[in-house]
């Protein structure tokens, strides 16, 4: 069955390094994949969505990639700060609208 | 703008009773779907509507599970009986037509059941 999966470990890295996170997807060829921030209490908020004919897509200090020949997608935060600490989770869709979510990875950003 | 309104936020509830959780979606969006998100499974889509119709139900896990879309800006998700195991947050989503497009979350209710 398709699968998203996220590294469920958390992610402590220093304020104004580089955040990195991984998507990886099995048994299914996505022709898209969306990623959410979720913060405690909240619902997920949509970040950014890349298609699978494209190779990288940014929005302020966010990127996110996309390689279909390793079924993977990473999530870049440049310059992180404090208030990005939360949980980011990817998604993608099934079918028409049977949508998909990895369990996240929880970024903590050190001051 | 008003965003998903989910209620209530919280409930707590003995195991046997029936649970109902509600949901307003975003005004003009004609999808509506309903997760359940707990620690160990992550978010998992249980039912989502078009036009207020149920399309897809195959992630309701029992038949204590149902979901109604009565009109476009009110859906329920209702369990009955409850058990320990339902125990989770759901979560509400509305969107626009698209399978590309964003889903707009509500702030979920956390339901604990004793």
């Known amino acids: 069955s398709q699968k998203i999966e996220q590294n469920s470990e958390a992610l402590n890295i220093q304020e104004g390094k580089t955040a990195t996170l991984t998507c990886n997807y099995t048994n299914y060829s996505p022709a898209y994949l969306q990623w959410y921030r979720q913060d405690p209490g909240r619902g997920p908020v949509f970040l950014l969505l890349i298609r699978e004919n494209e190779k990288e897509k940014r929005k302020e200090r966010l990127k996110v990639t996309f390689d279909t020949t390793l079924k993977q997608s990473l999530f870049h935060i440049t310059a992180s700060q404090p208030a990005d600490s939360a949980t980011y989770l990817c998604a993608t869709v099934s079918g028409t609208y049977k949508y998909i979510f990895g369990t996240g990875t929880r970024l903590k950003v050190l001051a | 703008d008003a965003g998903v309104i989910q209620s209530p936020r919280h409930e707590v509830t003995e195991m046997g009773q029936e649970v109902t959780l509600r949901c307003k979606p975003i005004s003009g969006h004609d999808y509506l779907f309903w997760y359940r998100q707990t620690m160990m499974r992550g978010l998992e889509l249980l039912i989502y509507f078009n036009n207020n119709v149920p399309i897809d139900d195959s992630g309701m896990p029992e038949d204590r599970f149902s979901a109604k879309m009565p009109n476009a800006s009110f859906s329920t998700l209702k369990i009955q009986p409850s058990e320990p195991r339902d125990s989770a947050v759901y979560f509400c989503?509305?969107?626009?037509?698209?399978?590309?497009?964003?889903?707009?979350f509500g702030d979920g209710t956390r339901l604990s059941i004793l």
């Open positions: 989503a509305s969107s626009f037509s698209g399978s590309n497009q964003p889903q707009h």
